[in-house]
């Protein structure tokens, strides 16, 4: 199979495949799909998952389908490339420093609604001499900083400061406010994450309360990961999150952040033992292929194996409970530490179900970086 176009692989048996690859169980990706979409409808509040999990058009028609309301986009190229897919929500979480950058948002109209966000004044009057430049009022959120201290404005009058900057400014208009909470994913025990999600979350609330009373309108308070979905989900005034990496799980949601099994472990990284030696095993996937950054991969379905590092090309991996370890040419089975830095490293996903290849989706918006 050297050489072939990945999507010649549809049909064949999982163990043909050539490793290391990308692998995602489509029943148990299906199934997190709609675990998210219906956890969001019954709580009343809108899906709008981060493509940066995934990358792939594919992935994304499907998740409107479920019932997504659009997507939330990390890159104004990755935005364009889900508007040429047939996209027309997005939100593109990033504030935009460059008039070319601005302009290229506001052609982007042209195609459907693709949402900015801005905390600075100067960013402000950039982005509104683009839209008038192109002759279309950019819809923007205030970014607020809720706790994260990486972007957005702080808490309090400079928010409605902001706010009132953009509802009066010809070239933009004013849709509502956004934050991220992302400084509470991994607090323990759950009582603490829960009263500081609540804590950080309350400041969109007071905003968009602030804004109404002001006159303003606000339309959308936008929030939430995977890491909180629950808990941006169920409180007072957010209507939409941006939870993307459930429809795979990983080991840092479940083991770091203590996401719920109400999503499975859809996506896998299938590699071959190359290598046995005293004490521990080689794989062929190495940190070109996996990520190990954020947190630590998994070995599933081998309790005497326990991850020790990566190389360029080569995974290594501690034998432990006195077995003899896989034999060689053995293929094992990995969960990603963090999906999202791993995806960005493949070219496809090979989605399978019962042991069959049956789709094969490209990373349309891998290299998406601008």
């Known amino acids: 199979m050297t050489g072939e176009h990945p999507r010649r692989w549809v049909g064949r048996h999982v163990d043909e495949l050539d490793t290391p690859v990308l692998v ?62 047939g996209v027309t929500d997005i939100l593109l979480a990033n504030q935009l420093a ?37 002759g279309i009022d ?69 905003a968009r309360a602030a804004l109404i009373t002001d006159g303003m309108r606000c339309e959308i308070v936008s929030a939430g990961s995977t890491g909180s979905y629950d808990l941006a989900a169920t409180h007072d005034a957010i209507t939409e999150i941006q ?22 472990f859809a996506l896998t990284l299938l590699t071959t033992v190359t290598g046995r030696h005293a004490g521990h095993v080689v794989t062929d996937a190495g940190f070109k292929t996996l990520s190990a950054f954020h947190h630590k991969p998994r070995v599933l379905g081998r309790d005497d194996l326990e991850f020790g590092y990566l190389s360029a090309e080569h995974g290594v991996y501690r034998l432990g409970g006195g077995g003899s370890g896989p034999a060689l040419g053995e293929r094992l089975r990995l969960l990603p530490g963090y999906g999202d830095s791993t995806t960005v490293l493949h070219d496809h996903f090979i989605a399978v179900r019962d042991s069959r290849v049956e789709r094969v989706w490209p990373l349309t918006a891998r290299g998406a970086l601008t």
């Not at 070319?100 to 001499?129: K, S, T, Y």
């Not at 953009?166 to 934050?179: C, Q």
């Not at 939870?243 to 499975?264: C, E, K, L, W």
């Open 24 to 85: 995602v169980d489509l029943d148990r990706f299906e199934s997190n799909v709609a675990a998210m979409a219906t956890y969001c409808r019954r709580q009343g509040v809108s899906w709008r998952p981060h493509s940066k999990s995934h990358k792939s058009p594919d992935i994304a028609r499907i998740q409107l389908a479920a019932g997504a309301i659009g997507l939330t986009c990390a890159k104004l190229s990755e935005a364009e490339i889900f508007v040429e897919h």
């Open 98 to 134: 460059s008039p070319a950058r601005l302009e290229g948002l506001a052609r982007l109209q042209e195609g459907g609604r693709v949402i900015g966000i801005v905390d600075d004044p100067d960013a402000l009057a950039m982005a509104a001499r683009a839209g008038e430049h192109v």
């Open 138 to 206: 950019i819809p923007l959120l205030v970014d607020i900083d809720i706790g994260m201290h990486r972007t957005g404005v702080d808490p309090g009058p400079g928010v409605v400061e902001l706010a009132r900057a953009v509802d009066a400014t010809k070239g933009v208009r004013l849709l509502g406010v956004m934050g991220y909470e992302g400084h509470v994913l991994d607090q323990q025990p759950a009582s603490a994450k829960e009263r500081s999600a609540r804590e950080a979350l309350d400041h969109l609330v007071e």
């Open 243 to 264: 939870a993307g990496g459930a429809i795979f799980m990983d080991a840092m949601y479940r083991d770091r952040f203590h996401v719920d099994d109400r999503f499975g």
